[in-house]
């Protein structure tokens, strides 16, 4: 596996040089095999997979001296910066192991670090229910009271949150049953996510029947995806019900393991819940999010739905004539689940033209970063930073595409903002890691994106920069979703990504950005109908969205008891909520859609924060970037909100960007009418 290393300089000699992407890329192999190999990310451990079980060791001791100190108050210190240090050094090295175990291209390293999360996770619960360590902390708060800041104080609240929603009131055998859970919540997890992967198995008979072999180029021909744009509606909906379907003779076993890994998960899930005094994973899942308890995000999506039905189905009558066009003997009034991506394709390409090829984009991409750094990178760091090359932090970029990887496009924290002791800053850093190229010696120059590459680009330099920008006292807040916790609420570190993708789409933007071989930009009409084509749809889109956050809330809800009984499948769910939300769209009500959403894994009953966070970004930028994206002055306002990672809490952050606080009404009403500014489509003919 390569990375390409991008250092991210602060310059303070003025504030057109605030920020510089260093267009420094290094063919430096994550891991080799010469004499002088480096370890993993310069951890000298890490020179090969046996050295996972070191580092383990290492952090449990350090961590453990740590324990000392605040258990025993040894040192001066506060006790919230010393409980901060210890969650540093065991994030430093879990977050770099997780990266590791989902993107290296060694069976080795993988396993070795899956083996080696699963240790740090049982540290962490194992500390999560410490009675000493939490009596410590708590003490805290009135014994150092006189010394506490605003920031030590949430910090502190959060710290104690984890404790107790760790159950650290239970007695003995119930908080060692907390540590196993979690223990079966991870092993379960990544099952599941390993799983969601697996291609299928395709019979001879099939291949003739549906014509398919062009579409199987493995020689042991297996469907890795559903054809979502094969030509011939026949291949497609047989493709689309043999990827996603929850049980059949050939892969029976495959499928039926992936029913199992979600059901188990969920069962664990809802039994820490119960352990931990909530009445599900769904109401324990809300704690510190935006939006504030069960009710209000069920209240929220449902209202989504609601708002954005007719649009969608306007869009939907659209594409059934466009259905009617393709297919002369068509027999069915409605259009079917395996057609939605084909004829939105069909359509954007009639409609617009075929612009969906950005030119050479690398230049002009990196441009972008420098360029507009008066809107998401200002200088607010000349008042914190006075040399001239202040190192800000590193953002390694994985781009090549591999079967070994276990993610889509993505991207990792592997080291957060935090103050030292010496008041110095440690430097993040992040790994993006996106399906570029199948070259592995092709540099990023030498890349041609399309425009949803280039769109997932800025959408995970979004999260990066957040990254970067962040100069938080403590770690623990620095804003960031990692491995072991969330460093922010979910819904508040998906804000930046979602913003970064509205600065994508502004027309003056990607003309800035999108250049032919010879430098010259993208024609304004060729421009427009990019722009207008990737909102084509946009209704479909968030209504689609509002039923996977619906099913991943409801599954971790009240339904999870009759999934657990046996009275219904995790696929009964999906295609109650889906048949309800789409009544005019045909489907297998077998097709187990869900079965390949590793998001179910990571986000738990809080998926819907991407709504939530696209209609807060949607709010940001009506009000202070739609008119004028390169403002300076709205620039270094919405990095100083970034600056605060999850410092303070995500409505403060929001009233900071917009002027007032939005209520949940506010953020549904941004959904809906993007829904229906977006919905302008008209007839076409094929």
Known sequence: ???????????????????????????????????????????????????????????????????????????????????????????????????????????????????????????????????????????????????????????????????????????????????????????????????????????????????????????????????????????????????????????VICFLFQEESLVRLITCRHRLARLTGFETYAHRAQQFSLLGNYDNAHDFLTNIIKSCRPAAERELAVLLDVLVQCECDLKTEHVGEWDLQYLCTIYRRKAYGDTHLLSKLVDSRFRFSAETKFILFQSIWNEVHDSNDALMGCIYLDIEQRQSKGVGDCHFTVRCSKQLSDGNYQTPIVVLSLSMTSDESKSLDEIHLTSHQAENFFHEMGHAMHSMLGRTQYQHVAGKFTSLRTRCPTDMAEIPSNLMEYFFNDLGVLREIAKDENGNAMSMDDAASLITSRFAFSSLDLLQQAVYSLFDLELHGHNVDGIIKGRYTTTDLFASIWSTVFPNVERNPLSAWHHRFTHLVPYGAKYYSYLVARAAASLIWNSRFRDEPFSKENGRLWAKVQSYGGALPSADLLHIALGYWPTSKNLADAIRNEANDTCQLSAINI
């Open 1 to 251: 596996m390569f990375l390409w290393s991008h250092n991210c300089i602060l310059r303070s000699c003025s504030c057109n040089h605030v920020l510089k992407l260093a267009r420094c890329l290094q063919h430096t192999p994550l891991y080799s095999d010469s004499p002088q190999k480096k370890g993993l990310f310069g951890v000298e451990l890490l020179k090969d997979p046996n050295g996972f079980k070191q580092m383990n060791k290492m952090v449990r001791r350090r961590s453990m001296e740590l324990v000392k100190k605040i258990v025993n108050r040894q040192e001066e210190r506060k006790t919230v910066e010393l409980f901060d240090d210890l969650s540093n050094e065991i994030c430093c090295s879990a977050d770099l192991t997780e990266c590791v175990r989902s993107l290296h291209s060694n069976k080795e390293f993988v396993d070795a670090a899956e083996s080696s999360m699963r240790d740090f996770t049982e540290l962490v619960e194992s500390l999560n229910t410490n009675t000493e360590l939490y009596s410590a902390l708590k003490n805290s708060l009135e014994t150092e009271k006189d010394k506490l800041t605003e920031v030590d104080r949430r910090t502190l609240q959060l710290f104690l949150a984890d404790f107790e929603q760790s159950g650290i009131d239970l007695p003995d055998k119930k908080r060692e049953e907390f540590v196993a859970l979690s223990s079966e919540i991870f092993d379960a997890g990544s099952k599941f996510c390993m799983g969601a992967e697996r291609p299928v198995k395709v019979s001879i008979m099939e291949r003739k029947q549906y014509g398919v072999d062009r579409y199987l180029p493995n020689p042991y021909r297996y469907l890795v995806n559903p054809l979502a744009i094969s030509m011939t509606r026949r291949t497609r909906q047989w493709a689309h019900n043999t990827y996603f379907r929850h049980n059949d003779e050939q892969n």
